[in-house]
Every structure is written in structure tokens, then in C-alpha cells.
């Protein structure tokens, strides 16, 4: 079946570091894929998407880069602020039709020390 | 914009009680989701409507859920009777049509607590 698997955290670093949650996915066919964030006391929120191979998102400093043959969409981001603390999901859809649905991965926490 | 607002934020409930979530979409969306995420976890599908129409709702347990989402707007998501392992958060969220259902915009949820 699909699946997202994303590296457990809490990740914690200082600000300024540089930034890389890890993003693996399984999934028939050729499936778009998101980054979504979760903001303290909010709701999710779309952070940025690729919707074929060798696509790059990016969004807000954040960039993800579709790699169909490592079935991967790790997020990076140069350097981190505080701001950026929040839970990140890794996400796909299968299709694109009327009876696609979005599979989530499990979260990765991150934590900005000023 | 508005965005996706949800009633209430928080609920605690003994087990065996009734609980309802409410839950007004962006404006104009007419794909209404609703998701459970348990603790550490991401968010689960429970039901999917288009318009008025659940047209996923595989994942609900129709033993003890229910939902409507009478004239195509706003929605409701009930619990009864409320069991342990129904604590979780609930999120709401809606989309433009299904054809977009990766730009999903999610309300803060209702954080529910059975004891």
C-alpha cells in the first residue's frame, strides 16, 4: 500500500543550522508530494509540493526536490530560525482524480534554540 | 479569507458520553474533510464530502461515528457513545474540489479527551 515514513524526532538545533528531515514514500504510480507544517496551537498548513520527478518546491526558505529514483522528498532548509519551530509531515497523493486521498507520514518535530 | 474554524477546541468527556465537533470550511470549498490524529501520529481520513455527499467514508466507524453535512457548508461530527481510545484530536479541513485535495487547509482541530 502507500505509505510516507519520515525520520522520528524531536529534531533540535540552534538557529542558524542547516536543516534536513528525512521523507521516503512507497506508492503506485507516479504520486505528488507535500510538506506540510504544524504551527503550536494551529492547524496544518501547506508548506510546499512537487508534483513530478526532478520537481523542486520551495517555500519560506524551504526547498524538497522529488527524487523518483530514491523515492525520496527530504525537506532542507539553509538556516533555521526559531520562528521555524513546529511539527513537519511528509505527504502523498496518488492521484489526481475524484478518489485520491492524502497519506500523511508520522510528523517530525523541530526545535530552534535561539 | 476566513479559514477552516472549529468548535470547540477542547472537550472532556467521560467515556459512554455523547461528544459533537463543529466545523465551518473556507468559503467556497466544496470538499470537507475530517481526520483523527492520534498523539505522535499523523492525520488519519475518516470522511470525505463532496458538496453534501460523503463520498469516502470508509474509515469511519460507523458503530459510534457519525457525520453531516446537511446543506454543503458547515459540518458536524458525532461520537456516541465515546469510548478510551476515541482521545485524540480532530481536525477539519476543506479544499476547492477533490481534484485538489493535496492544497487542503486544516482548522486548529478539537483536542478530545476521554477519561
Known amino acids: 500500500g502507500n505509505s510516507v515514513t519520515q525520520m522520528e524526532g524531536p529534531v533540535t538545533l540552534s538557529e542558524e543550522a542547516f536543516l534536513t528531515i528525512n521523507c521516503t514514500y512507497t506508492?503506485?504510480?507516479?504520486?505528488?508530494l507535500f510538506w506540510y507544517v504544524q504551527y503550536p496551537g494551529e492547524g496544518l498548513q501547506l508548506l510546499l509540493k512537487?508534483?513530478?520527478?526532478?520537481d523542486k518546491g520551495s517555500n519560506k526558505g524551504f526547498e524538497a526536490t522529488y527524487r523518483k529514483e530514491t523515492t525520496s522528498f527530504h525537506l532542507e532548509k539553509g538556516s533555521v530560525q526559531v520562528s521555524d519551530s513546529a511539527v513537519y509531515f511528509c505527504?502523498?497523493?496518488?492521484?489526481?482524480?475524484?478518489?485520491?486521498?492524502?497519506?500523511f507520514g508520522s510528523g517530525t518535530r523541530l526545535s530552534i534554540r535561539p | 479569507e476566513a479559514g477552516v474554524v472549529q468548535s470547540p477546541r477542547y472537550k472532556i468527556i467521560e467515556k459512554k458520553q455523547p461528544v459533537a465537533f463543529w466545523c465551518n470550511p473556507i468559503?467556497?470549498?466544496?470538499?470537507l474533510y475530517w481526520y483523527r490524529q492520534n498523539l505522535g501520529q499523523g492525520p488519519e481520513l475518516l470522511i470525505r464530502y463532496e458538496n453534501e455527499e460523503a463520498v469516502d467514508d470508509s474509515q469511519l466507524p460507523k458503530d459510534r461515528f457519525s457525520a453531516e453535512r446537511l446543506k454543503g457548508v458547515d459540518s458536524t461530527l458525532k461520537i456516541q457513545p465515546a469510548e478510551l481510545g476515541d482521545s485524540a484530536v480532530y481536525l477539519c479541513?476543506?479544499?476547492?474540489?477533490?481534484?485538489?485535495?493535496?492544497?487542503?487547509?486544516f482548522g486548529p482541530g478539537t483536542r478530545l479527551t476521554v477519561t
Open positions: 505527504a502523498l497523493i496518488t492521484s489526481r482524480s475524484s478518489a485520491s486521498k492524502i497519506i
Open positions: 479541513a476543506s479544499s476547492f474540489s477533490s481534484g485538489r485535495a493535496g492544497e487542503q487547509y
Open positions: 512537487a508534483t513530478k520527478a526532478d
Open positions: 506508492a503506485t504510480g507516479y504520486p505528488s
Open positions: 468559503s467556497g470549498h466544496n470538499t
